[in-house]
Structures are given as structure tokens and as C-alpha cells.
């Protein structure tokens, strides 16, 4: 839960948090592999070689873990930069041949116009010396075989649709006389680094009093719609959000003779960040934050008494959960 803790940092410090550790460094690199399979290092040297002196402004974030597979070992390497999120799946037989197609999908994506190293021609087999002066014919070159790469992963694409359910807790400032705790759901699809999402939020009742025993309680239940895009892969996956919510603020007096109830229609323009980090292939934890700006502002009134409720200009949200991704 240590990168957790960073991601509520990044939430509460800046909008937008996508540039390398280091200046100068194009590759900021996060890698986990088995033991006697290549390291880091042995990846960032192959990608700076096959860089060289290319000049390019571009800079990216990634995160590679290779993993035993069914008997293979299998490379799994996502890539965020200016253009979006790639993710690639590789398989090989032996470890160490992963090393040099990671470093060339790391090096394309900072520089498209690299090109792969030409491999090395076999060494020629010397002839033995001929007795006599007459000169032996040049015999054929045998064909050099392809070398042994990995393979893609079956079923894995770079690109694909992947359904997201997601669970948690809220707690709300400015839609209900005093801070509001609540529950948060979401369905959506993800498409590269784009997520789309359909959520419902919940405001447990909250209660006020504007002297003498009289006042009000109040709840929100709400719909909406959000669009979210990744702008940074490592350690936590981190994307801004916008969106729109459409629901029903409700309240209920208490204290007068006559209280009576009510409910005004709620819509509110919604701006956040977001951040997930993966526990597993398919499981992982969510957090976000962001402004809610409500379109209109009801008045709750007590006959004799007043206004007893008005939601603020603009407020805020916080919500912690789990969230399953499949396939």
C-alpha cells in the first residue's frame, strides 16, 4: 500500500504528473524479472545503444515484468508516452532472449525511426589447405537460419476492449450540510488508455439544525458519466477525469409542527485525477479526488423558519476502492 500512499500524493499535488525521474534520461523504467533473466540495467544499455546519439524530445514511462509461463517465460511491457498507452506480451523460450525485443519496443517508443540491429553473418568454416596450386572452388553459402525469437502471447493484442466493476467508499464536501460519507460504484471499458465509465454515488443522510430543535436531513443519490485517460504507468497508473452527474438531492424537516419533505433535481459538472494500482492481472485498488460544481443550487426551507440547507458553489469528493478488469 506504499505506492498507494504516493498515488494520494500525486492526487493532492498536481493535475497532471507524466515527466521522467531524471532530466536528460528518455526511458523511465520500473522492472521486475526472475532471477538469472536480464535486469534493468541490461535493458537500458541495449535500448541507449540502439537509441545512439538520436536527439529526441520525447520521453516515456514503462513498466516490464517477465514472468514463467506454462514453460516459456513471458514478457509483459507497457508503455506510456505523449501519444497514449501501449502494453505489449511476449513469449520465449529461454529468459535472456527477451532482453533485446524489450529494449527495441522501449527504443521505438522513443524515437519510431530506430531500426532493429542486422544480425551478425556466421564466420566463414576455413578450408583446409589444398596440395596442389590449382585453386579450391568457393563452395556455396549455406543459408543462416532465423534466430529464435519470442512470440507474442496467444490472444494478446496491443490494443483491447477490457471491462472494469469497481466498489469503495466516499466522502463528500458541499452537496450536504456537513461532510457526507457514502458509497461509489462504477462500471466501464477500457480501450488503451481510455476508460469510460458509468457510476452511481450514494450520500448517507446528514442532519442540521438552524435553532431551537428545527432543522433538516438530507441525502443525495446520484448518476454519471466519466472519461478518463492515462497519463502516467509507473509505479501507479494515474489519469485525469472528466465528467457530469445527474441525481436527486432529498431533505426532510424535523422540530416544527408541520415539517413536511422534498427533493430538487441535482446535476453537477465533475473534474478529478484517478489513480489504480494493480495488485494482480485482474484485481486492484482505486483512488480519486475531484471538484464537483453543482449547475444549480436548491433551497430547502422550513415554513416560520428559513432556509434550513444550500449546497456550496463547489465542492469536493474522495473515494477509495477495489476494482476487478477482465478479460
Given at each position: 500500500?506504499?505506492?498507494?500512499?504516493?498515488?494520494?500524493?500525486?492526487?493532492?499535488?498536481?493535475?497532471?504528473?507524466?515527466?521522467?525521474?531524471?532530466?536528460?534520461?528518455?526511458?523511465?523504467?520500473?522492472?521486475?524479472?526472475?532471477?538469472?533473466?536480464?535486469?534493468?540495467?541490461?535493458?537500458?544499455?541495449r535500448a541507449?545503444?540502439?537509441?545512439?546519439?538520436?536527439?529526441?524530445?520525447?520521453?516515456?514511462?514503462?513498466?516490464?515484468?517477465?514472468?514463467?509461463?506454462?514453460?516459456?517465460?513471458?514478457?509483459?511491457?507497457?508503455?506510456?508516452?505523449?501519444?497514449?498507452?501501449?502494453?505489449?506480451?511476449?513469449?520465449?523460450?529461454?529468459?535472456?532472449?527477451?532482453?533485446?525485443?524489450?529494449?527495441?519496443?522501449?527504443?521505438?517508443?522513443?524515437?519510431?525511426?530506430?531500426?532493429?540491429?542486422?544480425?551478425?553473418?556466421?564466420?566463414?568454416?576455413?578450408?583446409?589447405?589444398?596440395?596442389?596450386?590449382?585453386?579450391?572452388?568457393?563452395?556455396?553459402?549455406?543459408?543462416?537460419?532465423?534466430?529464435?525469437?519470442p512470440r507474442?502471447?496467444?490472444?494478446?493484442?496491443?490494443?483491447?476492449?477490457?471491462?472494469?466493476?469497481?466498489?469503495?467508499?466516499?466522502?463528500?464536501?458541499?452537496?450536504?450540510?456537513?461532510?457526507?460519507?457514502?458509497?461509489?460504484?462504477?462500471?466501464?471499458?477500457?480501450?488503451?488508455?481510455?476508460?469510460?465509465?458509468?457510476?452511481?454515488?450514494?450520500?448517507?443522510?446528514?442532519?442540521?439544525?438552524?435553532?431551537?430543535?428545527?432543522?433538516?436531513?438530507?441525502?443525495?443519490?446520484?448518476?454519471?458519466?466519466?472519461?478518463?485517460?492515462?497519463?502516467?504507468?509507473?509505479?501507479?497508473?494515474?489519469?485525469?477525469?472528466?465528467?457530469?452527474?445527474?441525481?436527486?438531492?432529498?431533505?426532510?424537516?424535523?422540530?416544527?409542527?408541520?415539517?413536511?419533505?422534498?427533493?430538487?433535481?441535482?446535476?453537477?459538472?465533475?473534474?478529478?485525477?484517478?489513480?489504480?494500482?494493480?495488485?494482480?492481472?485482474?484485481?486492484?485498488?482505486?483512488?480519486?479526488?475531484?471538484?464537483?460544481?453543482?449547475?444549480?443550487?436548491?433551497?430547502?426551507?422550513?415554513?416560520n423558519v428559513?432556509?434550513?440547507?444550500?449546497?456550496?458553489?463547489?465542492?469536493?469528493?474522495?473515494?477509495?476502492?477495489?476494482?476487478?478488469?477482465?478479460?
Open positions: 500500500m506504499h505506492r498507494l500512499t504516493r498515488c494520494f500524493g500525486l492526487l493532492a499535488g498536481a493535475w497532471l504528473t507524466a515527466g521522467p525521474a531524471r532530466a536528460g534520461e528518455p526511458i523511465e523504467l520500473e522492472w521486475s524479472a526472475p532471477d538469472g533473466c536480464p535486469t534493468r540495467q541490461d535493458v537500458l544499455s541507449a545503444a540502439l537509441l545512439g546519439q538520436t536527439e529526441s524530445e520525447q520521453r516515456i514511462l514503462a513498466r516490464g515484468r517477465i514472468r514463467a509461463a506454462e514453460g516459456e517465460f513471458e514478457l509483459e511491457l507497457e508503455t506510456v508516452t505523449s501519444d497514449g498507452t501501449g502494453r505489449r506480451r511476449l513469449r520465449a523460450g529461454q529468459c535472456e532472449e527477451l532482453a533485446q525485443p524489450a529494449a527495441l519496443l522501449l527504443a521505438l517508443a522513443v524515437n519510431p525511426a530506430v531500426t532493429a540491429p542486422e544480425p551478425a553473418p556466421p564466420e566463414p568454416t576455413p578450408e583446409p589447405a589444398a596440395l596442389d596450386s590449382t585453386p579450391p572452388a568457393a563452395a556455396p553459402a549455406a543459408p543462416v537460419a532465423p534466430p529464435r525469437g507474442p502471447a496467444e490472444g494478446a493484442r496491443e490494443s483491447r476492449w477490457a471491462a472494469r466493476l469497481g466498489l469503495g467508499v466516499a466522502g463528500d464536501v458541499g452537496a450536504l450540510p456537513t461532510p457526507a460519507p457514502g458509497i461509489a460504484g462504477s462500471v466501464g471499458a477500457a480501450l488503451g488508455g481510455t476508460t469510460l465509465e458509468a457510476r452511481l454515488t450514494v450520500l448517507l443522510e446528514q442532519r442540521t439544525e438552524v435553532g431551537g430543535g428545527r432543522g433538516g436531513a438530507f441525502t443525495l443519490t446520484t448518476g454519471g458519466l466519466s472519461a478518463c485517460h492515462d497519463v502516467a504507468a509507473a509505479p501507479v497508473l494515474l489519469a485525469p477525469c472528466l465528467g457530469v452527474e445527474v441525481g436527486r438531492l432529498s431533505g426532510a424537516g424535523f422540530g416544527v409542527t408541520e415539517p413536511g419533505s422534498g427533493s430538487a433535481l441535482w446535476v453537477a459538472g465533475l473534474a478529478g485525477l484517478r489513480g489504480v494500482e494493480a495488485l494482480t492481472d485482474g484485481l486492484g485498488v482505486w483512488v480519486g479526488a475531484e471538484l464537483v460544481v453543482p449547475v444549480g443550487r436548491p433551497e430547502f426551507v422550513l415554513e428559513g432556509v434550513v440547507h444550500r449546497p456550496a458553489r463547489a465542492g469536493g469528493r474522495a473515494a477509495i476502492g477495489a476494482e476487478v478488469r477482465f478479460p
